[in-house]
């Protein structure tokens, strides 16, 4: 069955995701994933994380302009296709 997603639950996945594959309390969308201690192993499982969870497709070069975790929940909304 299909999820269907809209903004607030979209920013709240992705929070819960980060904070899970990082191992870190709940970030706000402000925070660079850099601060958190992510490298680019942690951006590849991100990356898998959100494919997964959200049925999309991110490429590498699409990740790695995702510099705060806000950019991560807009790049997953615009994926989406949920206002952003």
Known sequence: MSVLWDAGMVEAEVTRLVSE???VQ???PEVVLASLGA???DAVELTMEFELTFG???SN????AAVT????????KRKLGVEV
Request: with cysteine; hydrophobic share 40%.
């Open 26 to 28: 709940p970030p706000r």
């Open 39 to 41: 490298d680019s192993l």
């Open 56 to 58: 999309i497709e991110i």
């Open 61 to 64: 070069e699409t990740f790695e």
């Open 21 to 23: 594959t990082l191992d």
């Open 69 to 76: 975790v806000g950019d991560c929940i807009a790049l997953v």
